[in-house]
């Protein structure tokens, strides 16, 4: 499979380095500092702190060719319109991995509906310079699939080409049929951690403040009553069930784990993204 993964931050970098690893003819594109980086000395991975760095000589390109059997866009939301005019006369079925709470439609129009694919990433890591640190394997994780689907939640042939695909390449990947519920109800729950985090100066910190985790909460739980249609997964319900007097010390633990560690990272980029979540949110929230 022809493959483009369009973003080369941690996930995209990490995607490009397993499928083309898998035997896939893919290219990674970058730009600026890191697309120097990467021509000079490759992909560097590293599992978790591990002073072992694993380099993968992935093609890097700096813009599309003409046709792509898959496009990856893996960039944060509100880079969406920059990847769309990139990639709107390239040809290919396009896979929209990313934050995005507003459907399936704002993609259709700029590039065609037919071509439109989504999913999220469940991987993750951090960059350490120009050192992707991946998140290392758990029994936790494994159980987490990546989920991907058409918008129109159809099984589809290339959808169940591209799971194998990622499959075939050891990432974790499941066809998810009601993809854009799945993505609105990660957006409920996250836009609320984020600025609560970022507002706390860290997940520790907030850790520290039951009130904050508090209305934290009090806020995810407007956003899943706020959804046209019941949270995916299921799981995430029972946020709306569960009383707060048990909610705030489970999310203090793990606002005090290593799996939250993650959340630490403040640049322009991430608070960019969740301004963006904020607007999608709100459209099906009511929430100013």
Do not use: C
């Not at 059997?69 to 880079?79: E, K, P, T, W, Y």
């Not at 499959?167 to 951690?193: C, Q, V, Y």
């Not at 600025?195 to 904050?212: E, I, N, Q």
């Amino acid at each position: 499979m022809k493959v483009l993964v369009y973003g080369a931050g941690v996930i995209g970098t990490l995607f490009a380095a397993r499928l083309h690893e898998a035997g896939n003819d893919v290219s990674l594109l970058a730009r600026g500092e890191r697309l120097a980086s990467l021509q000079e000395n490759g992909v560097q991975l590293a599992a978790g702190d591990s002073p072992i760095i694993e380099i993968v000589t992935v093609p890097v390109v700096e813009s599309a060719a003409d046709a792509y059997d898959l496009i990856v866009v893996q960039v944060r939301a509100h880079q969406m319109e920059a990847a769309l005019e990139s990639i709107a006369g390239v040809q290919g079925d396009v896979l929209f991995m990313l934050n995005w709470a507003a459907g399936p439609d704002y993609m259709a129009a700029a590039i065609g509906g037919e071509r439109v694919l989504l999913g999220f990433p469940t991987e993750g890591g951090t960059m350490d310079g120009q050192v992707v640190r991946y998140r290392t394997s758990s029994v936790l994780a494994r159980l987490v699939s990546m989920p991907i689907g058409e918008p129109d939640g159809r099984s589809t042939p290339r959808l169940e080409r591209i799971v194998q695909s990622f499959r075939s390449a050891g990432i974790n990947a499941k066809t998810e049929p009601r993809m854009d519920t799945w993505l609105k109800t990660h957006a409920a729950f996250e836009l609320p951690l984020g600025r609560a985090v970022h507002t706390a100066g860290g997940p520790k910190l907030l850790a520290r403040d039951p009130a904050a985790i508090r209305l934290m909460i009090q806020t995810m739980k407007h956003n899943l009553r706020s959804m046209p249609t019941p949270p995916v997964p299921r799981t995430f319900g029972a946020l709306l069930i569960l009383p707060e007097a048990l909610l705030v010390p489970v999310f203090g633990r793990f606002l005090r784990s290593e799996a939250a560690s993650p959340l630490s990272t403040d640049t322009p980029a991430v608070l960019a993204e969740l301004d963006r979540l904020a607007e999608q949110v709100r459209a099906f929230s009511g929430r100013r």
